[in-house]
């Protein structure tokens, strides 16, 4: 942290859609400094070329460690490919730098390795699967309903170039379902079943249905079902700015933490 009390910012995945937007959005947060900018991509062009006028005057970079050992950011915002999400987690934490991964596609022993780290180090970092408040509202409301209607199933819906299914917000939807119900779901007949995997895909004892189309952003539904009633909980991202607040939240909060958290919840809600 600077000595103004200014939290200096790495963005990992800057040319990409949401880098892009933190690049212009989050930079404009009173408190945020954008010190790093890098990517595989448009290495050597400005911010300002890539994702408009708003975003910082830097230069993207492909070199990371060579940027936070120049920098010395207290935060790394990480959009990039979750394949590498761990290794750059590992990076940072090592140099005393908190990530805040919003990457795709990250495993569980991806996070396991994370969390380690983060113990092994004492420095904190967070892997947050959904960062729109409203999204973070519909986990906590469908763990809140899986108590007592303990029978659901997760549609969730994204645009075409999205790589991983299903989404880690229906993944973390799921674990929230599987954690607060008391009692089991009722069975479901599968003798009739004509096509393979028309009934979506199983994970934590909850059905998980996943559309890709292009046209769409991000959206989830979450259908609840009992006898006599039914109960659905919605909730869509039409923008990529119904992100930043919560990665905004991210980075000013994650230096506060134990560990690795997952989740923003976990900061909204304690």
Known sequence: MSENGTIRVAVLGASGRMGQEVLRTVSQEPGIEIVVACDRENVGLSCREVAGGRAPDL??????????????PDVLVDFSHGSGAAAHAESALKRGISPVIGATGLSAADIKEISLVCKETGVP??????FAIGAVL??????MAAKWMPD??????????KEDAPSGTAMRTA????????????????????????RGGTYKDVVIHSVRLPGLLA???VMFGRSGELLTLRHDSMDRISFMQGVALAIREVRQLQGLVVGLDKILFR
């Open 219 to 221: 959206h989830q539904s």
């Open 138 to 143: 519909m986990m906590r409301f469908s763990e």
């Open 152 to 161: 659901c199933e997760i549609i969730e819906l994204h645009h075409d170039r």
């Open 59 to 72: 230069k993207i970079t492909d070199k990371l460690g060579a940027a936070l050992d120049s920098e010395k």
């Open 175 to 198: 674990e929230l379902i599987g954690e607060a119900r008391t009692d089991s779901p009722s069975r479901k007949p599968r003798a009739a079943i004509k096509v393979e995997g028309v």
């Open 125 to 130: 970092g967070m892997y947050v699967p959904n």
